[in-house]
């Protein structure tokens, strides 16, 4: 009889700067003049020019709140951490955003460390228009308990996994939709194309004594186009923020016996807030939902894989991230993420170091 194994395929897609409080007009002051009658007051001073955009939180979603001024690019290394641990998942799979993975049937327990490398480069094109390019590189390892399958055992086996390379490289526009007026909400639009240039779930082996495949990929294998929008909104001495986003992966033949695969779509949802502690440090808290659809594929094949359904997946995730000013045009941006769901990873570890030339 021929063993079929299934496999489950969520998708996610699956966050620079210090929180400075809005510039205070300065105000004029007169003085009384003359013997016999005052003199109408004079100005002192002159209030400086109102910032075209508001101060920039502690950045702790991937979307950053402010754009690079004009002419001006900035360089932004960044590591992220992500560990994950559940029982009864699948592990054979595909990821958009790093630890969610996938796999096929009589796994007991799976446990996950991911570490994210990226390099991303910002360009001012205009004062309300951004370019944005990022080149991930990923090092993924797995440990999974089960089970033989088909083998009476009461002992459970163990099998580890890795992988590591470059991921899929990103490209984004940002645009700034409004002025700033110095108390009013900005928004910002932004536009993003993932490719595919990472390594796929479908074209790593699978090993014949376990069914789980021995390498583990570094891309999603689909290319996808993202829309969203981005909120500021000062209120001395806090300012609030939030963005709304959706995620359309383009299905494809992704051949290895698996045929045509059409990913489900991602709605993803953040609200923050952050606060100045001084001149230089700043605190953001936040959190951010994500709802997947479900992955369909074109028929159910004869000879080949077919992908189990399992519906609609919600992934929330609490945020707390903190900025430090280094230099005038360098920061230091740390955040830590706390999944609250069941699909979520347990925990996320971001370290950012934008730098403005």
Known sequence: MNRRPRLAIPLLLVSAGGLSLPALAQQASGQAAGQSQATPASPVGEAPPTPSQPAQPAQIFDEPTALTPRGHFAFEPSAQYVHSTNNQVALVGYTIIPAITIGLINIERVESNLDNFSLTGRYGITSRLELEVRVPYVVENTTTETRPIATPSTE????????????????????????????????????????????????????????????LPTGSGFDAVQGGVTFLKPSDPAVFFGGAAYTRSFGRDVGFGYGDVRPGGILDLNVGMGLAINEKASFSIGYQHSVVDQTEQSATLVEGYAITRIGTIQLGTLRFGVSYQLSKDTFLNTTIGVGVTRDSPDLEATVRLPIRF
Do not use: C, M, Y
Request: no cysteine.
């Open 156 to 215: 459970n086996e163990f099998f580890n996994a890795d992988g590591s390379g470059v991921g899929d490289v990103e490209v984004a526009l940002r645009a700034q939709l409004n002025h700033f007026r110095g108390d009013n909400t900005v928004w910002i639009a932004q536009l993003r194309f993932k490719t595919h240039t990472g390594s796929n779930i479908f074209e790593q082996p699978i090993n014949p004594d376990t069914d789980l495949q021995e390498k």
